[in-house]
């Protein structure tokens, strides 16, 4: 049986001349042509970028002395930045079982409570979550020394039982409770 012969390739070189066609005197380069003339980039929906979670911040005020039930302690967590997007909510847990209280404004004023303690500073895990427009999170706290008067170490507080320091909060994303150091 005779072989077939084989194909010749979608470009080749047999030069075959158009009637009457001006600029174009070959079809065989008008035919390597034609692939990249219907390779046009369409205008069609590319992913949306992923999500980039937004980063909390904050400082307070004052810093020392903040006395238990009486000092109001201004918060600002204008420093927290969401680079793709806006801060939606500011979500604040101050860890002296106070509610949580959640705002759209980076600014908060919090009275931390009073409690039946007395002669001690009691350290306070403030934590800060700002939620960004997207619905991520990102997360920030620090520790926040509060007084409950007597002052510790004040005459009032001379007693065997001497002044010390308490940890109560959100430690390392755990709740602590009220106990020594």
Request: with cysteine.
């Amino acid at each position: 049986m005779k072989n077939a012969p084989a194909p010749k390739p979608f470009c080749h070189s047999e030069r075959v001349r158009l009637a009457g066609a001006r600029g174009i005197r070959n079809l065989s380069a008008l035919l390597c042509l034609l692939p990249l003339l219907l390779v046009v980039p369409g205008c069609e929906d590319l992913p949306a970028a992923p999500n980039i979670p937004p980063t909390a911040s904050f400082i307070y005020n004052p810093v020392s002395p903040i006395i238990a039930g009486d000092t109001a302690v201004s918060f600002n967590a204008v420093g927290s930045r969401d680079s793709d997007g806006s801060i939606a909510s500011y979500n604040w847990s101050f860890g002296d079982g106070t509610p949580e209280q959640s705002t759209t404004s980076p600014t908060l004023v919090h009275v931390f409570a009073d409690t039946p303690v007395r002669c001690v500073d009691v350290i306070y895990a403030v934590l800060l979550t700002v939620v960004d427009d997207k619905g991520d999170s990102g997360s920030a706290s620090q520790q926040v020394k509060v007084t409950e008067v007597p002052v510790a170490g004040s005459a009032a507080c001379r007693l065997p039982s001497a002044q010390s320091t308490w940890a109560f909060g959100l430690l390392s994303g755990r709740a602590a409770g009220l106990s020594p150091p």
